[in-house]
């Protein structure tokens, strides 16, 4: 049976990842207007992140400017996809639970 | 570790599959891409129909553009200045062998379907037919068939 990922139960957290795993490279500031966090707070996340091997930082420039990009590395994504099927095992769960329950009689 | 309830896990799937859908509408966002990409093609057509002399350096001229159009869309640097901020490729999509020959198979339908008519009414510069076919179906249907190819890869 699938697993639940602790790192992965924090809401931010999953739609970084979710984010990253359709993705090969994203720019740091596409994935922060996306998950609508400010710098600093998406700068901890993806350290939190690269720290558990989650999501790989590559810095660089384009011009002068100076450029962030992240990846989910391999490690990250086969850990979403098990998180992804926990999930959909306790969605499914409660949903065939609540099929099997009989009507209440006194509900109109 | 507390397991989630069943609502939080729907809408921790909600999460997963919008991050997804906002990651492959951004990979087709950047129109102008497909227009100088169709126009690139088309005119390469034209040119070479019309001047056979300068065939050879219209092919080097084009494929320096596919070159270019390469490291546009696989590297970093690249994507970003040419305003795409992610980079969507087979290892975070992986396409089965089923949407591959799907992605191809307009192109070939519709080659097949031009040679036919250039041939049965045995037309005048069948090359550009090809050009402005293969232009518009750049142009106009490329990113369609891209978004749905990405958001069906997805689901797989």
Avoid: C
Avoid at chain 1, 38 to 46: H, I, N, P, V, W
Avoid at chain 2, 64 to 86: E, N, Q
């Amino acid at each position: 049976m699938a697993k639940l990922d602790p790192l992965l139960l924090d809401p931010t957290r999953l739609a970084i990842v979710s984010l990253l795993a359709a993705a090969e490279w994203a720019e740091f500031g596409f994935v922060r207007d996306s998950v609508q966090l400010s710098d600093s707070a998406l700068s901890k996340q993806a350290t939190t992140l690269s720290k558990n091997e989650y999501v790989e930082v590559r810095k660089g420039y384009v011009g002068k400017r100076p450029r962030t990009w992240l990846n989910l590395t391999d490690a990250g994504r086969s850990n979403l996809a098990e998180h992804i099927s926990a999930l959909q095992a306790i969605a499914e769960k409660a949903r065939s639970d609540g099929a099997q329950q009989p009507r209440d009689p006194s509900v109109p | 570790m507390n397991e989630p309830t069943p609502e939080e896990a729907a809408a921790a799937l909600r999460t997963v599959h919008e991050g997804k859908e906002q990651v492959i509408k951004s990979a087709v966002e950047s129109r102008w891409i497909w227009i100088v990409s169709g126009l690139a093609v088309f005119l390469y057509s034209l040119a070479n129909d019309l001047f056979p002399a300068a065939g050879p350096w219209l092919t080097w001229l084009l494929l320096a553009f596919l070159l270019v159009a390469v490291v546009g869309l696989r590297t970093r640097v690249g994507s970003t200045l040419i305003g795409r901020p992610v980079i969507v490729s087979g290892r975070s999509l992986p396409l089965s062998v089923k949407w591959r020959l799907l992605r191809i198979a307009p192109v070939l339908g519709l080659g097949i379907a031009v040679a036919l008519v250039v041939s049965l009414l045995q037309l005048p510069h069948g090359g550009i037919y090809y050009g402005a076919l293969a232009g518009i179906y750049i142009i106009f249907l490329s990113p369609r068939l891209q978004l749905r190819l990405l958001r069906r890869q997805d689901r797989d």
